[in-house]
């Protein structure tokens, strides 16, 4: 018997168990580990597909360009399917793409990176709105969790992609393509959950959202979120494709540099549940969203003054990157009243946000090829982050869309 919610009917609901929350853990393990296992290994695929940096760039940022232009669709998709089911749809995507990406065959390359972006894009926004549903009253300790794992599955696949490649002559495509069968064994446990399928609840209008629903697009706090999300993006993606080329280029290994992509998600990892035990202890979440992103300026300006610190740096990067997720998609159910408007705020921060995020690393990764440095890159992070900072403390007052 389906049972109803004040915002939505779930066809087939099951209790809440175990399962679910392995699902969503799961799920959350496959959203980065296909894109940081790239990193540690962009030299070997230039040197392999003899492509110059600027085309490793946009390679590289296609996963976001697709976050950007498929997470507004994301919401409508599980209006149309179901969450469960747009969730498993998007899994077996991401599976056979992530092995596509890996065939030998360069449109294969361009092919599957971009199909597989399409899938992290509809994950991305539709888990926090799951989230929102089953566990109202624990957004910000679930969040913390999944991320958390996200986190640990992102870890290793930057400090394995390294040894995985040196394996065979083109072992690099082995170190993209492993990362499929994560995406498999994620669907897998989540399959019993496609029984289910969340439907539009009664009290809708006629084009289909709840009465007295208020689109995050025309308010203040719903820019403020997004671009606390943006910068936030913007930051950590730069950071994971460029920070080894930045540390090989002050004579650190290939394969150092990937260990240490590898202890900043580790540190990230811890600092998700740290932040997630921090968030429900506070009236509101400017304050660590203040220190979160100070984390991130110390890491820059420390790599600016002492580079032969960059395990450090990339460490304290970690844990600013860490919290700063968390509580990024902590905001989407935080400020919102209820699942609906959660996964339109999800769509909305994370379609706009990863706009700019894309053109983050090929306009540094240009502005390192016109000076020959890493030092106005840099520069410009800090600069992100001045504003990161000003948009995380309007989007961290304790109100709601």
Known sequence: MASGTATGVRVGAAPRSALLLAGI?????????????????????????????????????????????????????????GTERALGAALAVLAVATVVRSLPSIRALWVGTAFLGIAIAVINVLLPSLVKREYPDRIGQVTGLYSSVQGAAAALASGFAVPLAGTTQHGWRLALGIWAGLGLIALAVFLPQLRRRTVPPETTSAVGTPRGYRSPWGSALGWQVTVFMGMQSTIYYTLITWWPSVE????????????????????????????????????????????????????????????????????????????????????????????????????????????????????????????????APLFVLLGVLVVQAVAGVQAGRARLL
């Not at 799920?27 to 110059?52: K, M, Q, Y």
């Not at 600027?54 to 296609?62: E, H, R």
């Open 25 to 81: 853990l799961l799920i959350a393990a496959n959203l980065r580990a296909a894109i940081t296992s790239v990193g540690p290994v962009v030299e070997d695929i230039r040197t392999d597909l003899d492509i110059g940096g600027a085309t490793a760039s946009v390679l590289i940022s296609l996963p976001l360009v697709a976050f950007a232009i498929v997470s507004p669709v994301a919401p409508a998709l599980a209006r149309r399917m």
């Open 248 to 375: 090989r280029a002050h004579g650190v290994s290939a394969a150092a540099a990937g260990w240490h992509l590898f202890a900043m998600q580790v540190a990230g990892l811890l600092s998700n549940l740290a932040t997630a035990r921090l968030i429900p202890r506070r009236p509101d979440q400017r304050l660590l969203l203040l220190g979160a992103t100070a984390l991130f300026a110390t890491a820059i300006a420390g790599q600016l003054a002492l580079p032969g610190a960059s395990l450090l740096w990339i460490v304290v990067a970690g844990a600013g990157g860490g919290a700063c997720i968390v509580l990024a998609l902590s905001l989407f159910g935080l400020r919102t009243r209820d699942h609906h408007q959660a996964a339109a705020l999800s769509g909305m921060a994370q379609s706009v946000g990863y706009a700019l995020a894309a053109a983050g690393p090929i306009l540094l990764g240009a502005l390192h090829d016109a000076t020959g440095s890493w030092t």
